[in-house]
């Protein structure tokens, strides 16, 4: 019974994939909605094919009535089959606002029309019997025939203009589903360098250089979505987390709970991100619990993005681009923060004091960044410069400039 159950499951699922894949194309196609609401009337098609070899037999034996009847009879029965199709057309072709415009302007000439021959210019003096201007009429008739050649111009550059967006947009569609593609199969190939047959990790020197080889070719390849998935993975799968290792095997060490012991200052990284990042445009991406320890983000665009309970400890944010991001219980530094500075070229960390342990954020842009902690608030205060001082929200008023700059 569960395997039945997950049989149908399954089933269900790929229709519901199915029917997802097939609904985008659906929107750009034509023919199909007239074909689903298209008049099937069989009788009307026979009718008209009768009609017309009626007529034409009437016309040949020069009967007028036949004739006539046969057309009237072939005109209705056309213009019921046409109609629902017309209106498919019209609906499907020509967007609400361009109907009304259509409509209005062909009352529009009717009305001038009407009140060119109504009016006075078109009676004789004295008389009330209207007296139609043919030469009018005919200089009308030109207008309405200049305006419809320009109309017919504006549709055909409107019809060129929707074929284009409707192209993007499906150009757009390919790209997203071949990135996604991209994106699987480095995680893939990820997975079987880094994972040994027992699924346990063996990163030896070699495998953790062609590791990141192939992180810095695809992350500057895909988009800020794509970055941000690539991220997520490495951070989830520590991969960017500087692991234990055996002293002699050079193999990371449990900690004794299902997972790897983690080492801040003298572990190795599986993947070391260095300045794959640097002036990356990651605006609006979900990076919450997303380990950025370390990472150079010189001048990255991380304006919208969503850091809950990101490690950013270590991390060169130099003139990035915070604004509007979302920084709730974000990991700034480590120990304190009336003793943590910025990391230094030159001096290890200590993990206990803060020293050396907090992030870079000189010059960086942190208007209207929201879940500031005060503890965040301070350090951002006193290290990030005069110049950002002025965006953080709240101010920095009591808080001392420890840059200095």
Known sequence: MIINTGEAQISTTREEFEQAVAA?????????????????????????????????????????????????????????????????????????????????????????????????????????????????????????????????????????????????????????ITQQQTIDAYFQGVSDLALGEQGLLEDWPQERVIAEGRTAAIIRSVNAEGKAKILRFLSQAKLITPLKRDRHLGRPILDGNGSYAEDRLEGIRVIDLGAMLACADLAGTDLRRTDLAEANLV?????????????????????????????????????????????????MPDYKTGQYTGVVIENANLTGVDGLSDENRYYCCAWCGEQSRKTIPGGCEGIPNKLGR
């Open 24 to 176: 985008p194309a659906s929107k750009y196609t034509l023919t199909g909605n007239l074909e689903t609401k298209s008049p099937s009337n069989f009788l009307a098609s026979v009718v008209t094919l009768v009609a017309v070899a009626i007529m034409i037999l009437g016309l040949a034996l020069d009967n007028i009535w036949v004739g006539y009847i046969s057309a009237f009879v072939v005109l209705f029965a056309s213009l019921r089959m046409i109609w629902p199709s017309w209106g498919n057309i019209w609906t499907s072709l020509i967007p609400p606002v361009w109907r009304s415009l259509i409509i209005a302007s062909f009352g529009i000439l009717a009305a001038i029309a009407g009140l060119l021959m109504l009016s006075g210019s078109n009676k004789d003096f004295g008389s009330r019997n209207i007296v139609i201007n043919w030469d009018a009429i005919g200089a009308l008739g030109e207008l309405i025939g200049a305006l419809g050649q320009i109309l017919i111009a504006i549709l055909a550059v409107y019809v060129a203009w929707r074929q284009y967006v409707i192209s993007r947009d499906l150009t757009i569609q390919q790209n997203l």
């Open 299 to 347: 001048k990255a665009n991380l304006s919208g993005c969503d850091l809950v309970r990101a490690n950013l400890s270590r991390a060169i944010l130099y003139e990035a681009n915070l604004s509007n991001a979302t920084l709730r219980a974000t990991k700034l530094f480590y120990g304190s923060s009336e003793t943590a500075t910025p990391r230094s070229r030159t001096k």
